[in-house]
């Protein structure tokens, strides 16, 4: 029994009239990503990184070569506003992380490209960050993980479309 078990009893006790199932699932996941936020903030502070920082910095690796992506692409694939995202490229670009070039598709318009330095950090933190997630994930088995996975993405997807009957 643990501590969302227990608040359960505590509603069931008061209020028997409530389901309050949902509410153990749903607590526990947003137990989850508190510890598994802390978790990965853990891993990033190693590399003086926000989770935001990283966000960009991975998202720009994971594109591959040239690791540059317009401003509008990085928007896109990291769901920020345009004053979000400006506000993080001005950190990076201080830092010596990404470098803003004239877009070579388009004179008119710029990229955002890793540095040497940058391409260098992210990817000694992103190797952190996936053993990182090994860790975290080992106390379930990779039937289990499997599971879950396919239930969060069903889940997510009813949420995002509206539909409960998604999946």
Do not use: C
């Amino acid at each position: 029994m643990d501590k969302v078990d227990r608040i359960l009893a505590q509603w069931r006790r008061e209020r028997p009239d409530l389901d309050v199932t949902q509410m153990g699932v749903i607590g526990r996941v947003g137990r989850l990503r508190n510890q598994l936020s802390a978790a990965h903030e853990r891993v990033f502070k190693k590399y003086d990184l926000s989770p935001a920082s990283f966000d960009v910095l991975a998202t720009l690796r994971r594109s591959g070569p040239p690791y540059a992506l317009s401003p509008s692409e990085l928007i896109d694939w990291t769901m920020v506003t345009s004053g979000t995202m400006t506000n993080r490229l001005d950190k990076l670009e201080k830092a010596g992380l990404v470098t803003r070039q004239r877009n070579p598709e388009d004179g008119r318009g710029f990229v955002i490209a890793l540095t040497d330095q940058g391409f260098e950090l992210i990817d000694a933190a992103v190797t952190d960050h996936v053993a990182n997630q090994h860790q975290i994930m080992e106390a379930l088995s990779e039937k289990e993980r499997e599971q879950l996975d396919s239930l969060l993405r069903k889940w997510l997807f009813a949420l995002a479309t509206g539909n409960p009957d998604a999946g």
